[in-house]
């Protein structure tokens, strides 16, 4: 009985020790990439493009870039770092120039949860049907009709530049029409 009971430890120690070996050898052993390109975004996904190719990242929103003072436009090539994991990159930076967004941790925890979505209204009662938030929306999630913006929620990515502004002068609603709902 005393020998099946350590012939049994015995045997559950190897397994955990191949176990924590596996693991480590895996984490090892990721291959981690760096990619230029310019990011889009469509139907509430993040996309890389490249010249060669397009790509799927996960783990980035466009208030990450504005709160951390990196503008964003479709035609600004980034740097992006991370792990390709089947046909998307698992992103673990963002950088331009001298700035960057870290988002995960070296052993992959994301570091910052993204933000609730709300949903972004315009109040056609206040609307002057100015154009502005139509040209500053990054995924074409505005149009108007009869006159006044209208957001289509289900293209809209909850970034806040239509109310808020964060480039090319554009300071957010001149009349303050747009607002935010919580879904």
Same mark, same amino acid.
């Given at each position: 009985?005393?020998?099946?009971?350590? @012939?049994?430890?015995?045997? %559950?120690?190897?397994?955990?020790?191949?176990?924590?070996?596996?693991?480590?050898?895996?984490?090892? &052993?990721?291959?981690?990439?760096?990619?230029?390109?310019? @990011?889009?975004? #469509? #139907?509430?996904?993040?996309?890389?493009? &490249?010249?060669? #190719? *397009?790509? @799927?990242?996960?783990?980035?929103?466009?208030?990450?870039?504005?709160?951390?003072?990196?503008?964003?436009?479709?035609?600004?090539?980034?740097?992006?770092?991370? /792990?390709?994991?089947? *046909?998307? @990159?698992?992103l673990y930076k963002l950088s331009l120039d001298s700035k960057q967004i870290v988002l995960r941790s070296n052993n992959g925890l994301l570091l910052e949860e993204l933000p609730i979505n709300v949903l972004y209204m315009i109040d056609p009662r206040i609307c002057i049907g100015c154009r502005l938030c139509v040209?500053?929306?990054? /995924?074409?999630?505005?149009?108007?009709?009869?006159?006044?913006?209208?957001? #289509?929620? &289900?293209?809209?990515? *909850?970034?806040?530049?239509?109310?808020?502004?964060?480039?090319?002068?554009? %300071?957010?609603?001149?009349?303050?029409?747009?607002? &935010?709902?919580?879904?």
């Amino acid at each position: 009985m005393k020998r099946v009971l350590v @012939l049994s430890i015995i045997s %559950t120690m190897v397994s955990i020790s191949m176990s924590i070996f596996a693991t480590i050898f895996f984490e090892a &052993t990721e291959q981690f990439v760096e990619i230029e390109g310019r @990011l889009k975004w #469509d #139907d509430n996904h993040a996309w890389i493009i &490249t010249p060669e #190719d *397009s790509m @799927l990242v996960n783990s980035v929103h466009p208030f990450q870039l504005r709160e951390n003072g990196i503008p964003y436009r479709r035609e600004i090539v980034y740097r992006f770092f991370g /792990v390709i994991e089947g *046909s998307e @990159l698992v992103l673990y930076k963002l950088s331009l120039d001298s700035k960057q967004i870290v988002l995960r941790s070296n052993n992959g925890l994301l570091l910052e949860e993204l933000p609730i979505n709300v949903l972004y209204m315009i109040d056609p009662r206040i609307c002057i049907g100015c154009r502005l938030c139509v040209r500053q929306c990054p /995924v074409g999630a505005i149009r108007m009709s009869r006159g006044v913006a209208v957001i #289509d929620q &289900t293209m809209c990515i *909850s970034c806040g530049m239509c109310q808020k502004g964060v480039e090319r002068g554009y %300071t957010g609603c001149p009349v303050d029409a747009i607002h &935010t709902e919580k879904p």
